[in-house]
């Protein structure tokens, strides 16, 4: 339980440094040139949001999982970076 636990920290971790990283090139590329749209190229993959109404109770639950290539990046980052803490 406590390794699996060390697995999504470092993958949040690494997501959130890859969305920081994808914005901050975004500012320094400008829109429309080939390095912005390698950037921003990405997948999309995961359930989409989907409505339960019982009339009393409405749901909607969905997971949808977005990934470039920085921030593919920023999880690898992070798990070099936990697994030089973790020496």
């Given amino acids: ?4 636990l060390h697995v999504v ?8 440094l890859g969305a920081f990283l994808t914005k901050l090139t975004n ?3 400008p829109a429309g ?3 912005a ?3 921003n190229t990405g997948i999309n993959t995961g359930l989409n949001p989907t409505t339960v109404d019982l009339n009393l109770v409405e ?6 999982f977005k990934f470039n290539i920085v921030s593919i990046a920023g999880i690898f980052l ?3 970076v ?3 803490l973790v020496k």
């Fill in 1 to 4: 339980m406590k390794n699996a």
């Fill in 9 to 16: 920290v470092v993958v949040v971790t690494g997501s959130l």
């Fill in 27 to 29: 500012i320094w590329f």
């Fill in 33 to 35: 040139s080939r390095v």
């Fill in 37 to 39: 749209e390698l950037i």
């Fill in 59 to 64: 749901v909607t639950a969905g997971l949808v």
């Fill in 78 to 80: 992070a798990a070099v």
């Fill in 82 to 84: 936990y697994k030089q």
